[in-house]
């Protein structure tokens, strides 16, 4: 996968910048100079596809009373239109983040799904835990924003897109 970054691109997918499926140099090579034709593109970023149905969002947003709070939600494009989200409290447990779960309007997706392994609710912990100890540890990030975590079918969300927005950037 190939795809467009640079500071004031934060929806690569709305303006064309993720190329899939390049099966040879060429293609390649043709793809990448599309994408750092196209305005605001700084660098091009290269990942594995990760392969899943499910997309879910995870990220933190620095409260000035609670410190760093989790998020969970349904992730992608559908992410801002459905505003299915919920809050998980600094050093979120297992318990915490299923509680979250039941609260959302998606759960289900979060479930067994079309033959796939429930979300590994251990792993998205995990990542809950990294973006708060990342936070701790430089507080001039205000938020981060995972989406998507793409759920493979084992049930391990894996983080194909990040977002983290420091303390008096420019939104």
């Not at 494009?77 to 809050?87: C, M, Q, T, W």
């Not at 600094?90 to 309007?105: K, T, W």
Request: proline fraction near 6%.
């Amino acid at each position: 996968m190939l795809k467009g970054a640079g500071a004031a691109l934060a929806h690569k997918s709305d303006a064309d910048l993720v190329r899939v499926g390049l099966a040879d140099d060429e293609a390649v090579r043709d793809a990448a100079a599309e994408i750092l034709a196209a305005p605001g593109v700084e660098r091009l970023l290269v990942a594995e596809r990760v392969v899943g149905r499910r997309e879910i969002l995870a990220g933190l947003l620095r409260d000035p009373v609670l410190g760093p709070v989790g998020a969970i939600g349904l992730g992608g494009v559908l992410a801002e239109g459905l505003r299915d989200v919920a809050f998980v409290p600094p050093r979120s447990s297992v318990a915490d983040v299923r509680d979250a779960i039941e609260r959302l309007r998606s759960r289900d997706v979060f479930g067994e799904f079309r033959g796939e392994r429930p979300v590994d609710v251990g792993a998205l912990v995990a990542v809950l835990e990294c973006m708060r100890a990342l936070a701790e540890a430089a507080p001039c990030i205000e938020a981060i924003d995972l989406n998507p975590l793409v759920v493979r079918p084992d049930g391990v969300p894996v983080a194909v897109d990040a977002l983290i927005t420091l303390r008096g950037a420019a939104s």
